[in-house]
């Protein structure tokens, strides 16, 4: 890599990437600040049972993050003579900046550092979302569309 250009060959062919600005990592975007979720629940009334899920991220301002999941799942039979059902949930906490198109973390627990794709987009009522690894996560706040 030589001037911001990096050449890539392969027998006659070619190909020059010209780098265009720099990755900021050091960023933390305060329009991203806020509790962001992904929510679902499902009744059966048939079959009987349901599910429900909850993952959320809190975004800081100061660069910190909260990472929350948690799911519950029953079930019964069709004469209700047998029940069941299982719960989990999962959390997590570190560090988090951006370049706006790339959220990383720092996990608290590991010190591993993951990169995320990132978005900014609005769901079909108008919130804010921010779509995160192929994840879309809505706003908890009042906010204006992006």
């Excluded at 999941?69 to 906490?93: K, L």
């Excluded at 996990?107 to 591993?112: A, L, M, N, S, Y």
């Amino acid at each position: 890599m030589a001037n911001n250009q990096l050449t890539l060959s392969q027998n006659a062919n070619s190909a020059i990437y010209t780098k265009t600005s720099p990755l900021n990592p050091d960023c933390v975007d305060p329009q991203l600040a806020g509790k962001w979720c992904i929510m679902s629940s499902n009744y059966n009334s048939y079959s009987g049972g349901g599910s429900e899920s909850q993952e959320c991220i809190t975004l800081n301002q100061d660069g910190t993050y909260i990472y929350s999941f948690s799911s519950s799942r029953s079930a019964y039979t069709a004469n209700q003579a047998g029940y069941g059902g299982t719960s989990g949930q999962d959390s997590d906490r570190g560090l988090w900046k951006t370049d706006g198109l790339t959220l990383i973390s720092v996990f608290q627990t590991t010190g591993k550092t993951t990169r995320y794709s990132l978005k900014k987009e609005n769901v079909q009522n108008g919130d804010a979302a921010i779509v995160v690894g192929g994840k879309r996560f809505i706003t908890t706040l009042n906010r204006p569309p992006w």
